[in-house]
Nanobody, 117 residues
Framework: QVQLVESGGGLVEPGGSLTLSCKAY????????MAWYRQAPGKQRELVAR???????NYADFVKGRFTISRDNARHTALLQMTSLSPDDTAVYYC???????????WGQGTQVTVSS
């Protein structure tokens, strides 16, 4: 029902910043919750941040104070502004629609974030 396209990843130095973008191509008029997830090698995919249609947000403890999720409802886009990045943040970052706390759509390709000096 929804095609998700992530972009903006790349290589960044520790302590640096990066902003990821997610575009949801949908045939539905409204999208309630959008979320960012990440998956590091050998680890399960984990929720990073979530934002609903009213722009209420939730963050995983490991990114609080460092990451900011935002959205443009009209364009069905969600951004993830990341600061104070560390090597532990290295992962493939994915976006998805969140329904009842679970990813509801087929996963896109994700965008690789590598934090390294």
């Amino acid at each position: 029902q929804v095609q998700l396209v992530e972009s903006g990843g790349g290589l960044v130095e520790p302590g640096g910043s990066l902003t990821l973008s997610c575009k949801a191509y949908a045939t539905i008029l409204n999208i309630n919750r959008m979320a960012w997830y990440r998956q590091a090698p050998g680890k399960q995919r984990e929720l990073v941040a979530r934002i609903d249609a009213y722009k209420n947000t939730n963050y995983a403890d490991f990114v609080k104070g460092r990451f900011t999720i935002s959205r443009d409802n009209a364009r069905h886009t969600a951004l993830l502004q990341m600061t104070s990045l560390s090597p532990d943040d290295t992962a493939v970052y994915y976006c998805n629609l969140d329904e009842f706390g679970k990813a509801a759509q087929r996963w896109g390709q994700g965008t690789q974030v590598t934090v390294s000096s």
